[in-house]
């Protein structure tokens, strides 16, 4: 998850962030988000392992901002008939909220992603 301290340590409060997330579907797999998001740019992002979300990506697009999208299917305690599909975090400096929510949709849109839903 996205934190104040995993972004910058100078950062002090997660009240200078704001946060806002997409609940989405998509034909890919995680791994071939991950590349296609690559190959898309500008963003680097990386797959990580969490015992929890299992495999995710993660990227941070500037400075003061981490953006982090994890498939339900992989989350621990998911269970056949729970829902599916993926789901994204974002946080940012107010100032970079706009251009960094343009380009996030802009890579769901790369990747076929349908039923946006901002949360």
């Given at each position: ?14 009240d ?17 988000m991950?590349?296609?998001f ?15 979300y ?27 008939g729970?829902r ?8 940012s400096d107010?100032?970079a ?16 992603a ?6």
């Open positions: 998850m996205c934190s104040a301290f995993l972004i910058e340590p100078f950062v002090r409060s997660a200078m962030l704001k946060w806002w997330g997409y609940d989405f579907t998509c034909p890919q797999t995680i791994d071939a991950h590349v296609a690559n190959a898309a740019g500008p963003w680097q992002w990386r797959q990580n392992d969490s015992d929890i299992g495999f995710y990506l993660r990227c941070r697009p500037k400075e003061h901002a981490e953006v982090s999208v994890y498939e339900r299917a992989q989350f621990r305690t998911w269970r056949r729970d599916t599909g993926f789901w994204a975090e974002l946080c107010p100032e909220h706009s251009e960094i929510d343009q380009q996030f949709r802009a890579l769901l849109h790369h990747v076929n349908r039923n946006i839903i901002e949360t």
